[in-house]
Structure formats: C-alpha cells, structure tokens
C-alpha cells in the first residue's frame, strides 16, 4: 500500500472528506488536496510529521476578498506524495504558526508575513526577511502599486 | 596571580554582507563568546529583485529571463525547470531531441556548478589552488554551452516546446574531448584536495546534521543526500529523459561537512555518465515543437513541478487564471530552506568552523531573496 | 634638478621624467587592488575575470582584498536591493581615497532586466547612491569586458594611457575599438 493510500482515510475520517479532493499528478503536480480551517492546522501538522513528511514550502495566493494559505507536504520516500493544504483566511486575521513544531515553517512563514502580511500567532520571531526591517507594505497583495513613495524612478517602459 | 579584572562578555560580529566567504550577499550575525558562536541569526534579502513580483507582471516567456539570473550558477537548469512547469501545464511536449539535448546542457551545467562550489570552498578553507583549476575546467563547460545558447553565465536558451536551436559540431566535439579531461581532473582533485590532512581536519565532523534534522529544516539536494537520504528529484519523480539514464545517486552516511564535499564530487561523475549517454542516444529530429503561441495561456488552476537543481530540490508553483500573465508565480528555491539550518548547527562552533559550514551547504544567495 | 635635455640623447627613451602626478598615476592604475564585493550574477564573472584563464592579476589588479580599508576600486558586481544600498554607501565610505567605483553589469549602471514599473526593491543603479567611473555594460559582461573596464579605468588614471609607461601593449584607439 503506498502512503497515498494510507493516508487519504485518515485524512478524510479526521478533516472530512468533504475537504478531501484526490488530484491527478500528471496535471498538476501533487496528488491530494485538503481545504483546512485555521484551527486545526496544528493537529495536521503533527499527523504528518508523524507520518514521515516535510514541509516543502508554504505560500499564498492573494485571492482578492480572502488570502489562500497553501501549504505542500511531501516525502522522501518512494512512491512521490504531495499534499497541499489550503486555508482560506480573510485578511487581517493570524494563523497558528506551525514554526515551533516544524522548524522549516520558520523562514517560509516570514516570508509569507512579509510578503502578504499574514501574521502567524505564536511565531517565534516574526519579522520581515527580504524586504528591509522598515517597509511598510506587502508586495504580493494584488492591491500594492508601488508609488514614488517607494523611491527609484518609475519608468514608462510602454512602446508608444 | 592575575585576577580577571574585566568581565568577559559576548559580543555581536556582522559576518557580511560583504565578505570574502560568503557566497552572495548574506548577512549573518554572530554572537560570540570568543571564538565559540552562541547564537547565529542569518538575515537575507540583501538581493531581493522582486522575482516573484515580476511573475505577476509578466508573461510566461518575458519571465524566462529571470529565471536564470535567480540561480546563476544553475540557470540552464532553472530554465529547464521553468520550462518543463509550464509545458506541464499547457499540454505542451517538446521533441524528443530537444529533451536530450536539455538534459545534456542541464547536467553540463549541473558540473559546471558543483565546480565552482568546489573552488570557492577550498578558497575558503585557505587552498588557492584549487579555485585555479576548478575555474579553467568551468571555462571549458561554458565554452561548450556557449556554443548554442550565446551565453556563459545567464542563459534562455529553452524554449516552451524545445531549445531556441540545434546542437553543432563544435559542442558535440568539446563534450567530447571534455568528458575524459575531466575525469582525469577528477582524479587530481581527488588527490589534492580529498585527501588532503588539513581539508580532513576542517571538513570531518563538523556541522554535522542528522536525518531527522534534515526533514525538520527540508534541507534538500546533496546536503540531505550527505545525512543517508537518497532523495533525488531525478529518480524520485523523473522528468525529461532521466528514466532512461543509468546514473546513481551517491549518497553519505555522516552528515557533515566533508560528507557534502564527497557527494557533490560524486555527483560530477555521475553527471558526466548523463552526458556520456545522452550524447550518444540523441536522437535526430526538430530541436522546437512548432506551433507554440507566443503567449502562452495555460488552463485556469494551480499547478506544481519538481525539479532536482544542483543546490537540492526546486518547486516552481503557478497559478493561472486562463490569461496571458500568471495569478501568483512561487519559487520554492532550494538554497532558502538550506541555508535557514544554520541557526541550529552553528551554535557551538568555532569561528572557522562556521565558514567550512556555510560553504558545505552551497548557497546561492539572489535564490533565497529572489 | 635634472631636466630632459640634460640627458644624452642615447639615455632618452630608457630614463623617463615625469611629474609627480604622472608617477603616483602609473603606480596607481598598475597596482589597482579590488574590492570583493560580489552582489549577484556579475559576480561571477568578476571571479572568472581573476581566476586563471582571463586573470586580471596581469594587469595588477589581481589582489582582490576582503577589507575596504586596503582597496583602491571597488567593482559594483550586481543589482543593489534598497535593502543592501546603505551597506554598499557605507563600504564606499570606508575606502580610504583615492578610490574608484566600476559599475559591472547592467544591473549596476541602470537597475538591468529589473526594471519595470512596478518595480519596489532596486535601487536604479549605482550611480544613484556613488561616483561611477567606469560602466561594464553586459548582463553578466564578459571577463574580457571587465578587463577592457579595468583599462579604461588605468587609462583614466594615467591621461589616457598616454603617461603609463608600465604598460607593455598599446590599445587601440578608441574610433576602431569594436
């Protein structure tokens, strides 16, 4: 039995199968994805260290009215799994942190923050990574339109 | 007898952004009691170019040029990468001659890599050496590369359906004189460098990180294959044509440094066997799928693909909403996670250490700020 | 003090006088010491451009010192972040002068392929926050054009090359220059 189709029960008893969709990996890449609400981040998260998993990254995708936290689980052994994880957040509201328990979330969690401006509750030290320590935006918002206000020139590169 | 009249404290050392050994702009800070480090934070986002910004901006292919400046030393094979995502995506396959000849230039410049890290962590360790020769061996591999793509260091040479062209006779015949001259190379450096007492000293032993420690960072690439885990992109979900070469994937027990130097040499001689076979397989054909749009739109969704770079495991995640410019374009660069394990494993080393350490792990610095 | 026409003609050409300024310029331009301050992509070709096949260190220029208080010119290799301009100002300011600036890579004379209009994390070249002295257009520029930088830079240290007589080729004038 590979550990797809360990997993998927569990998953689906646990969080319901419901928010269990199977994807085709041909198309997209990974092969379950599993809609989460904030609370129980924690407690997947441990299911899946237990079950031998990393944290390969986690991202968002500015959606407009709600932010889509996306967090992909995979494995080092044979056969390939990936597990994505979709938390549909509002915007303005924090997410557990998961970096106290998988130390990869450390980094990728900061840059999520500075880059969106999720915040992650209990984080051990949640602050900027790539931009400098005082800016005051969050460039991947669909909303940000950098202005003079963010120096350098803005330049008209359009062909007339 | 003296009485300690001074209280010793520990004191903070900027390590970068400017600093022969650090390999880009990274900043990391030390504190120190001595010479011993007690804690280290590594600050990054000193070549934050807005990568991921610009993917939003862009088309699919106004973005190729970007992806080669993100791994410079890599960036054929970002490019492929890049290039397989999005194919992926729109249904899109490239002939079978362009798949060889993108697996030979991406494991060309998967060596050409490995042999600069090679270099510059001798030059850290103090060895000037082998910097000299590991850069004359580089010179040949960018000579060859240069020959069909016209670039030494940033290519865009793939293009979605294929190469932008074909293989000439002046790269068939460099690969070929090259193979051999450098498994001779090889041997030397062997000889020089891997068993060399002083390079045994600094490298056995130190930073050492355990398997469990690797999935908890997801340290990936030849720095998880040093802990015992064989995880290699390649085999684990094979893109191109890798499941019909023979190579292995050379994996250590040990887990520090010198254990990280020995699988990337290895790896350049199985790297060499790709391009031994590849070669000598490539089939004829057309090198570009005709009929590719300029602007390309992949169907609405979300879509991720896997790739081994020569620093561990990229994912390239897009997402699309059937237009010309993608939603969200992520970057799951290897070397982010890579260096993030520093925090950990330097505490309790030396100060000399920490620069064998750092080196070990082969970062790429624009790769984590892109 | 001994004038030219002092010498015998057959001493002439192999004994040279010169101003003070010419020599400290000859001296100068021939033992340029870099700084290595690598940013990015260009910063790699700065290493192939000292390593062994292009080696600067024919040109005097091949001791790239780590510290800024011991170099003379300080090649900008890279795009410069927001982020990273205060660091790259502060460095500047801690060579001791004379000193000189190359801008390496389009990234370095204009911001490069980074820039658009959306663009929040570059600074638009170097010449924005430092004197510039010499450009290196190329993204990255060859070896050979950061060695072709580095002339241009001893030329402008010794009149256009005219006084630096350590020199053992002569370039091509500038019109028939590729």
Redesign the interface.
Known sequence: MSFLEDIRPVLAQRFGSENLSDQERARCGYDLRLALDQERLLELAGLLKEAVCYLEYITAVDQGQVLDLLYFFGRHDQPPFRLQVRVAMPKGVAVPSLANLIRAADWQEREVYDMFGQRFAGHPDLRRILLPDDADFHPLLRDFKPGPQHGGEVVNLERK | MLRKTLTEDSFYLNLGPQHPSTHGVLHLLLKLDGERILECKPLVGYSHRAHEHMGQNRTYLQFLPNTSRMDYLGGLCYNHAYCLAVEKACGIQAPERARYIRTICAELNRISSHLLWFGAYLMDLGAFTPFLYAFDDREDILAILGEITGSRLTYSYCRFGGVSRDLNQNFRDGVKAFIPKLRKRLKDYRTLVTKNVIFLNRTKGIGVVSPEQARDWALTGPNLRACGVAYDIRRAEPYSVYPEMEFEIPTATGGDCYDRYWVRMAEMEQSLRIVEQALGRLPDGPVKTAGVPQWLEPPAGDYHFSYESPRGHLGIYFVSDGGRVPLRMKWRTPSFNNLSILSEILPGTLVADTIAILGSIDVVIPEIDR | MVTRSALPPELRPPVQMALLDDILGIVRANSLWP???????C???M??AG???FDLDRFGAGV?R?S?RQSDVMIVA??I????AP?VVT?YEQMPAPKWVIAMGNCAISGG????????????GTDVILPVDVYVPG??P?PEALIQGFLELQDKLTRGGKTNLLRRFRRRPRAERP
């Open positions: 700084m290595t301050f690598g940013i990015a992509c910063s790699i070709e290493m192939a390593a062994s096949r790239f780590p800024p890279g795009t972040s927001k982020k990273m660091t460095l392929p980074f820039v658009y209009d959306n663009q929040y994390a570059i600074v638009n993204c990255p060859r």
